[in-house]
């Protein structure tokens, strides 16, 4: 009978790497399927919701930029700063949505977004008041929504930003290391 050449040291050095390798995997495994708490959770889909708007609305702009210029020139309002605000106004939506992907910078990110939601919608109020004629330069769904319409839907996402807050302030010894 011919069995194989190892010895029993070189056995049990090849049966603790195996254990220590599965170990390490084990640990790596377990790693990622912590249990995230409901709160948490509900703020990280509530980033999630906030980023995906800002990104649709910033990419809608950049992409239909001379139209999107061309409706602030139609503002009284922000007619002498159309041209600054055609551009500043996408990069801000972008690095929010940057903020709101970054797990430790997400609370910062949804602090922006909802002061930038909120003067959005003052806008639109003085927009309703002043000029309810402009055009809306919104894409897609949103471009089926009234003025009105468009400001509660608005104020649901200002709703939503503040309740991200308020989550992740009383969750703030809890952060989540995952993107939305």
């Not at 702009?61 to 551009?87: D, E, Q």
């Not at 910062?108 to 003052?122: E, N, Q």
């Not at 649901?156 to 290391?177: A, H, Q, V, W």
């Amino acid at each position: 009978m011919c069995r194989s050449n190892f010895t029993v040291q070189q056995y049990q050095l090849k049966i603790s790497k195996t254990i220590t390798y599965n170990t390490s995997a084990m640990n790596l495994i377990l790693k990622y399927q912590q249990k995230i708490s409901k709160p948490l959770l509900m703020a990280d889909i509530i980033s999630g919701l906030v980023l995906l708007l800002f990104l649709y609305t910033s990419l809608s702009k950049l992409a239909g930029y001379s139209k999107f210029k061309n409706v602030l020139i139609a503002s009284h309002l922000l007619k002498p700063v159309s041209g600054v605000v055609a551009w500043l106004l996408p990069v801000t939506e972008l690095v929010i949505v940057g903020l709101l992907f970054i797990p430790s910078l997400r609370l910062k990110g949804l602090y922006a977004s909802f002061i930038l939601i909120s003067l959005f919608t003052l806008y639109l109020i003085y927009m309703i008041i002043f000029t309810p004629d402009l055009p809306c330069q919104c894409g897609g769904v949103l471009k089926l929504l009234t003025w009105p319409e468009h400001i509660f839907f608005n104020l649901f996402f200002i709703l939503l930003s503040l309740t991200g807050i308020l989550l992740y302030k009383r969750n703030k010894n809890m952060r989540s290391d995952y993107p939305p």
